[in-house]
């Protein structure tokens, strides 16, 4: 589960937070498994979710890009009597572990887990020392490659679109200064620098740190790419009557989940640059409200709900529509693959 970058849920920001599904009654709603069906759980995590679908007797394909995450959930696997099966992939390769007759739900839950937070080791918070690592598959340009090599105007951008940091010039000149003298390593390392170049106000309610680390996670898993691919998978993975529930932490991913929707309902296409426009058949149609948050209660309960958002579509039997990533209007940063080590 992600964070709000504007200073919602701040799980970054505390010590360690046990692991709650946010929004889990709403989602089972949206969803509404039956027994018999097949549901794709795309961001399995600690397996909240998938327990409460095979609770009401569905079939689960449970994917996450986190192999501790799958090794995790082998004991879950060995008490639904067959009826979970635990894959190691990114969810925006879903389609390709949908069954020929199509799935009957999807839901993601978008962002990192509580589970990769906690652990040090894996460097995605400020408030534990580790290494500056952030990777959620635990593979590929980590977070310390991208603060080392990265162009000062590369992490302007990555800060300030990614992070919404207002001070984004600033700490990135500063790390280009620091990262002269010593490569940057740790956790700790990185948000020390932050706090001694954008120093904490009273009114402040976050760590100055908590925009760029946010952003650097957010770089550099593809959380944007990844989650409008899943969009475009998930249309072509469902069978007609089959739901989508998409949970999303921050403006950044509910803006391209509300985009895929508002795309998806059949309104015409066109701008006032382009006039002549055509009705499209709509592949999905709203289920409950347009955007559903967590109650109060919830919220106080567990804190990282208090950013979180849902939206919920059925797929009608119209063609999927085509795979064109422009409708997100995706920020335009640097190459990832370009920082590795």
Same mark, same amino acid.
């Given at each position: 589960m992600a964070t709000?970058?504007? =200073?919602?849920?701040?799980?970054?920001?505390?010590?360690?937070? !046990?692991?709650?599904?946010?929004?889990?009654?709403?989602?089972?709603? *949206?969803?509404?498994?039956?027994?018999?069906?097949?549901i794709l759980d795309g961001t399995f995590g600690a397996g909240g979710y998938t327990s409460a679908i095979l609770a009401e007797g569905a079939n689960v394909i449970g994917l996450d890009r986190d192999p501790n995450a799958i090794a995790g959930g082998q004991q879950l696997v060995n008490a639904s009597g067959g009826r979970l099966t635990l894959i190691h992939s990114r969810?925006?390769?879903?389609?390709?572990? @949908?069954p020929a007759g199509g799935l009957d739900g999807i839901v993601l839950d978008i962002g990192v887990s509580s589970m990769q937070i906690d652990e040090a080791e894996r460097g995605f918070s400020f408030q534990k020392n580790g290494p500056?690592?952030?990777?959620m598959s635990a593979s590929g340009v980590s977070a310390a490659d991208v603060v080392n090599r990265a162009k000062v105007s590369d992490l302007i951008r990555i800060f300030g679109f990614l992070g919404e940091e207002k001070q984004a010039g600033r700490i990135a000149r500063a790390i280009?200064?620091? !990262?002269?003298?010593?490569?940057? &390593? &740790? &956790? /700790?390392?990185? @948000?020390n620098l932050i706090e001694l170049t954008t120093p904490r106000k009273a009114k402040d309610k976050i760590h100055p740190a908590t925009r760029v680390f946010q952003a650097l996670r957010v770089f550099v898993n593809d959380e944007l790419g990844e989650l409008a691919q899943a969009l475009l998978a998930a249309e072509r993975a469902l069978k007609p009557g089959g739901r989508l529930v998409i949970v999303s932490f921050h403006s950044l991913e509910d803006r391209i989940v509300k +985009?895929?929707?508002?795309? !998806? @309902? =059949? +309104?015409? @296409? =066109?701008s006032?640059? %382009?006039?002549?426009?055509?009705? /499209?058949?709509?592949?999905?149609?709203p289920v409950g409200r347009p955007m559903v948050a967590a109650s109060?209660?919830?919220?106080?309960?567990?804190?990282?709900? /208090?950013? *979180?958002?849902? !939206? *919920?579509?059925?797929? &009608?039997?119209?063609?999927?529509?085509?795979?064109?990533?422009?409708?997100?209007? %995706?920020?335009?940063?640097?190459? %990832?693959? +370009?920082? =590795?080590?």
């Open positions: 709000d970058l504007g =200073g919602g849920s701040l799980e970054a920001d505390g010590g360690p937070v !046990r692991h709650i599904p946010v929004l889990l009654s709403e989602v089972i709603e *949206a969803l509404a498994p039956k027994p018999g069906q097949t969810f925006s390769d879903l389609a390709e572990h @949908a500056l690592d952030m990777r280009e200064r620091e !990262r002269a003298k010593e490569p940057f &390593t &740790t &956790t /700790r390392q990185l @948000a +985009k895929f929707f508002q795309d !998806r @309902a =059949g +309104k015409a @296409a =066109g006032r640059h %382009l006039p002549e426009v055509h009705d /499209r058949a709509a592949t999905f149609t109060d209660a919830e919220s106080v309960v567990n804190p990282r709900a /208090r950013s *979180a958002k849902l !939206r *919920a579509g059925e797929r &009608t039997s119209a063609p999927a529509g085509t795979d064109d990533l422009s409708i997100f209007n %995706l920020p335009n940063l640097a190459a %990832l693959e +370009k920082m =590795g080590s």
